[in-house]
């Protein structure tokens, strides 16, 4: 498990912040590939694009242009609550199904966690008022939430999809990627000039800050997590976290192996975050959670209000 550990803080550093000899010779010796992965993404926008999709319910986009881990789900989850009538539609990356599923409705949990991915289980249990539909076809998801009468989209991590007219929030990472490469080279998915293409750029400490608090906290906790870039955390652990195990981004728990790392740990709690914790919460293990509470600045509030009033 160490080593699964290592691995995932290693690819960490190698995408954002390559610091060895070793991890900049990888990262040049896949350029070409980043070049070809480019040429794909900007054919798609630019040269290819799919038909204009045009819906009369407004829509707003959460994204980022590198790998996850900027704080683009608890910032849609935060803006999603001021609103009623509210669907978010996403992929549901790590779901164990297939096509259209429908996380909740108004609130009420449709399905488990293993169908509709953690971050889509974070949002079911995060908005008590808003439908959480997972979809691979993103316009499926928004003539769906159509028929439900949903009155405002938020789709997550929805900026590639630029066929869908939309207003598109970028979340920049904070700190920046000392790495601008494209994948596999570096952490961006589409080149860094498309942050042009955004209607509002937010980024962390700026335009939105992030606050934690530990709940049910325990003598000797061990923080098991697998989100993307879970360094991020440690400025948010508390001193009593005696150690940390980090999985591949979305990895589905079992409650066996979480039990044998409380055991081989000698740990009281398994710390986690909200995300996580969606996995494990059906488990009978004692659970201490990072509680994040997001506030966000008035002027991002202000511009989807503007444009939302445009869409009347």
């Known amino acids: 498990m160490f080593n699964k550990s290592k691995l995932v803080l290693w690819v960490e550093t190698y995408l954002f912040h390559p610091t060895s000899f070793f991890q900049r010779f990888i990262s040049y010796l896949l350029l070409p590939l980043s070049a ?10 630019f040269i ?53 599923v429908l996380v909740s409705q108004e609130g009420q949990i449709q399905c488990d966690a293993r169908a509709s991915g953690d971050e ?25 939430a159509k028929k439900l009468g949903t ?18 929030i970028l979340v920049k990472p904070n700190p920046e990627p000392n790495n601008h490469f494209c994948l596999p080279s570096g952490p961006y998915r589409e080149p860094r000039f498309l942050y042009s ?12 800050d992030r606050y934690v608090t530990v709940q049910n906290p325990t003598e000797k906790m061990l923080l ?34 979480l039990l044998n790392l409380l055991h081989e740990n000698g740990a009281t709690s398994i710390l986690t975050t909200q995300k996580d914790a969606v996995k494990m ?32």
């Open 36 to 45: 070809f992965y480019c040429f794909v993404v900007l054919y798609k926008r």
């Open 48 to 100: 290819n694009p799919k038909k204009p999709f045009i819906s009369k319910i407004p829509i707003i986009s959460i994204g980022n242009l590198t790998v996850g881990g900027n704080g683009k789900t608890p910032l849609c989850i935060t803006l999603a609550k001021e609103y009623t009538s509210v669907a978010i539609i996403l992929r549901g990356y790590g779901r164990g199904s297939k096509g259209l």
């Open 120 to 144: 889509a289980m974070l949002f079911a249990k995060s908005l008590p008022h808003a439908t959480v539909i997972v979809s691979e076809d993103r316009i499926e998801a928004i003539q769906y």
């Open 151 to 168: 009155q405002l989209i938020f789709l997550d991590d929805g900026f590639s999809k630029s066929f869908i007219q939309k207003f598109d």
């Open 197 to 208: 293409k955004a209607d509002l750029i937010v980024e962390e400490g700026i335009d939105f």
């Open 224 to 257: 098991v997590t697998a989100i993307s870039k879970p360094s991020r955390l440690d400025k948010y652990l508390p001193p009593n976290v005696i150690g940390k195990v980090t999985f591949r981004d979305h990895y589905m728990y079992h409650e066996d192996e």
């Open 281 to 312: 919460i059906n488990f009978y293990i004692p659970l201490s959670i990072l509680e994040l509470e997001v506030k966000v600045s008035q002027n991002i509030k202000d511009k989807i209000n503007t444009f939302l009033a445009q869409k009347r």
